[in-house]
C-alpha cells in the first residue's frame, strides 16, 4: 500500500513538472550572424546589457546538411523545422520537400504566431518560419504563401514582393497581396507612426514599413523594441497563447561590410527587443525566451577600445577585427529564460533547438 502510495506521488509529482515546463509563450529571438563575440561586444559596450539577465545558457553548432558553413536559409529551416537541410533551401528537406514548421504546429493548435524583423519579411530567416521554397531568393513566392496562411502579426520591410510590378512593386502575376490581406480582415499599416494607432484589441497585422529591408538602426526613429512591444500587445490577446519570431537581421549585413559602428549599433537595437521580451515574460510568468543565432558572420574579434581605461564605460569604444567577409562555422550561443528553459542548456545542433521548440508545443511530434 505504501510503495503504491509512493509511486502515485512521484507520479503527481511528474505530471505537475510535465505542465510546469510548457510554456504558454514562446519568444524567439535571432540575431542574424551574432556570434559569441557579437554578444560580448554588446556586454562590453552596454553595462545595462540584457544578456547579463540570462542564467541558462548553450552552445550550438550551426552546420547545414551539406556545408560547415551554413547561410541564413539553412540556418533558420533548422530553428524552424528541427531538421537540418541544404543551404539557400527554406523549410523544404534536402530533397526539396516541404518540412512542418513551428508556426504550421501552433496554428494548428490555436495559438497566435508573429514575426518582427528588420529585413524583409519574405527573407531568408522569416521566410523559414512563414514558408517552403527551394530558393530563399524566391520572396515573391514566399509572400504568396504566407497570405495562404493564418499568421497574426507581421512586422517589417519587403512590401515590394507584395505589390504588382505595375504599383513599382516585383510582382509578376500582378496580384496585389496587400488588398488581399485587407480582404482577409488583416489591419495594413505602412508607417510606424500609424502602427501606433491600431486599437489593442485588434489581433491580426501586417506592417510594411519599405519596399525591402528596414533602415539601419541608427537611420530610424523607432527600435526593434518598440516593434517587439506593438507585436507583444496584439499577440497577448490570444488566451490560447503565441509563438513571436524576432530578427536582428541586420548584425549580420554589418559583419559582411566589417561595418564595426554599425556593427554595435545593430546589436544594441536587438538588446531593444531582448529588453522587452524579458520585460514581457517577467510580469506574464509563462512565457519562454530564447536569443540563438543561425551562425557568425566574418569572424568577428574584439580588438581593443580605442578610449584610455579612464573612459572605458559607458562611452567604450570598440575597436573589431574580421577574417572573413562571409560566414563562419563558429558555433553561436543560446540564452533561454522563462519555464521550459532547462532544454537548452549545454552543446546541440542547431536543428536540435527546433525540435525542443516544437516537442514544447506538442511533445508527441517524432523527429
Ligand atoms: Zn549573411
Redesign the pocket.
Known amino acids: 500500500m505504501y510503495r503504491f502510495f509512493v509511486v502515485l506521488f512521484f507520479a503527481a509529482c511528474s505530471l505537475i513538472n510535465a505542465q510546469d515546463i510548457k510554456p504558454k509563450n514562446i519568444i524567439i529571438l535571432i540575431g542574424?550572424?551574432m556570434g559569441i563575440n557579437y554578444v560580448g561586444a554588446n556586454l562590453l559596450q552596454d553595462p545595462n546589457s540584457p544578456f547579463k539577465q540570462f542564467s541558462t545558457i548553450g552552445l550550438s553548432i550551426t552546420c547545414s546538411a551539406d556545408n560547415l558553413i551554413t547561410?541564413?536559409a539553412a540556418g533558420a529551416t533548422a530553428l524552424a523545422t528541427g531538421y537540418l537541410t541544404k543551404n539557400k533551401y527554406i523549410s523544404v528537406d534536402t530533397l526539396g520537400n516541404p518540412l512542418y514548421t513551428l508556426f504550421e504546429l501552433a496554428e494548428k493548435l490555436n495559438l497566435s504566431t508573429g514575426v518582427v524583423v528588420t529585413a524583409s519579411v519574405a527573407h531568408a530567416t522569416p521566410g523559414a518560419f512563414l514558408g517552403h521554397s527551394i530558393s530563399r531568393y524566391d520572396q515573391n513566392l514566399i509572400a504568396s504563401q504566407m497570405v495562404n496562411e493564418d499568421f497574426d502579426v507581421i512586422i517589417g520591410g519587403g512590401l515590394k514582393y507584395f505589390i504588382p510590378k505595375s504599383d513599382s512593386g516585383e510582382r509578376e502575376d500582378n496580384r496585389d497581396l496587400t488588398k488581399e490581406l485587407t480582404d482577409k480582415n488583416y489591419t495594413f499599416s505602412e508607417k510606424f507612426s500609424d502602427l501606433k494607432t491600431i486599437p489593442d484589441s485588434v489581433n491580426q497585422i501586417y506592417a510594411l514599413f519599405e519596399m525591402d529591408g528596414l533602415p539601419e538602426a541608427s537611420k530610424r526613429n523607432y527600435t526593434l523594441g518598440d516593434l517587439t512591444k506593438v507585436a507583444l500587445k496584439h499577440l497577448k490577446n490570444d488566451s490560447d497563447g503565441f509563438v513571436l519570431m524576432i530578427e536582428g537581421s541586420q548584425i549580420?549585413?554589418a559583419?559582411?561590410d566589417h561595418k564595426s559602428q554599425m556593427l554595435i549599433d545593430e546589436m544594441k537595437d536587438f538588446s531593444t527587443a531582448v529588453k522587452e521580451a524579458l520585460n514581457f515574460a517577467k510580469q506574464d510568468k509563462n512565457t519562454l525566451v530564447l536569443i540563438t543565432s543561425d551562425?557568425e558572420?566574418g569572424g568577428m574579434s574584439i580588438i581593443k577600445a580605442n578610449n584610455s581605461v579612464n573612459d572605458l564605460e559607458p562611452e567604450l569604444k570598440l575597436e573589431l577585427g574580421y577574417t572573413s567577409t562571409?560566414?563562419t562555422p563558429s558555433p553561436v550561443g543560446i540564452f533561454a529564460f522563462g519555464p521550459g528553459k532547462e532544454s537548452f542548456k549545454g552543446i546541440m545542433n542547431i536543428n536540435q533547438i527546433g525540435q525542443k521548440l516544437i516537442l514544447l508545443l506538442d511533445p508527441s511530434i517524432k523527429f
Do not use: L, Q
Request: proline share 0%; net charge negative.
Open positions: 542574424d550572424g547561410d541564413s549580420d549585413w559583419g559582411h551562425h558572420t562571409g560566414h
